[in-house]
């Protein structure tokens, strides 16, 4: 079971809660993947681009997640999943093209170097599920796709009581596994994510850099 609660990061106020992530969150959302990873490729793509992303996910069939609110401020915090990252990437190319489409272009017009890792992004539903033997046989998996919380909050408890919602919505889609990628230098969030149960499934490369891809039964 994931650990709630508060401890000495400080009290969480009264009036906080969690709440399903909704495209009114999306800029938030973008401001606080932006301080949560920087230098990865996805934060990469700006501001824009992410903002596109986040209002898309919660529109889509295959996309949910969860927002740490603090009564009517800003998200503290946010986890952001899928039931397939083949199936979402479809589902925005196919719905959601034009408002992705603008940011999108925008940027890789200002740093081309950015489109082979966006070809990259593309095909990494095949670098993780490249066994078509082993997807046959697997229980429905689900995608945890970020998990940030705000700097000056971490340490509350905040994480776990994301992880422990989106835990409850994954076991109400009929989810049996989440799933997770991580840099392998992110130190902090492999603690996390081994804290709370995942453990390594497989190692591969993205980006040219070594990630790690992480599971747990839910
Ligand atoms: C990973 C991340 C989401 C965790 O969020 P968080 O709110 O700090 O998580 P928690 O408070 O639940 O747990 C983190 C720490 O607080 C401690 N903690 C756990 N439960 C706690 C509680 N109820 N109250 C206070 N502290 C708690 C843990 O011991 C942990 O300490 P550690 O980092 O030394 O191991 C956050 O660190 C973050 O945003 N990181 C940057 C983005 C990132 O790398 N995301 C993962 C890849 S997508």
Do not use: K
């Not at 959601?96 to 272009?105: A, H, I, S, V, Y």
């Amino acid at each position: 079971m994931v650990a709630e609660g508060t401890r000495a990061g400080g009290e969480l106020p009264p009036a906080f809660v969690i709440a399903a992530l909704e495209p009114r969150h999306a800029a938030h959302a973008a401001t606080l993947h932006l301080a949560g990873q920087p230098g990865t490729f996805l934060s990469s793509l700006g501001p824009g681009v992410l903002t596109a992303l986040y209002t898309a996910l919660p529109s889509t069939r295959a996309g949910f997640g969860w927002v740490a609110l603090d009564g009517d401020a800003a998200p503290r915090g946010f986890v952001a999943a899928t039931v397939g990252v083949g199936r979402l990437f479809v589902e925005i190319g196919t719905t959601r093209l034009g408002t992705l489409l603008p940011p999108l272009l925008a940027q890789l017009a200002r740093h081309p170097a950015l489109l082979g890792r966006t070809a990259q992004t593309l095909l990494y539903p095949l670098l993780v599920r490249n066994d078509a033997a082993a997807r046959r046989s697997e229980q429905p998996a689900a995608e945890l796709l970020a998990i940030m919380v705000e700097p000056a909050w971490r340490s509350r408890g905040i994480g776990a009581r994301l992880l422990a919602r989106l835990l409850d919505d994954c076991r109400a889609r009929g989810v049996r596994t989440l799933e997770v990628t991580v840099d392998a230098g992110n130190d902090g969030a492999r603690r996390f994510y081994h804290r709370h149960g995942f453990g390594a499934a497989r190692a591969f490369v993205l980006y040219g850099r070594p990630m790690l891809h992480l599971r747990r039964a839910v």
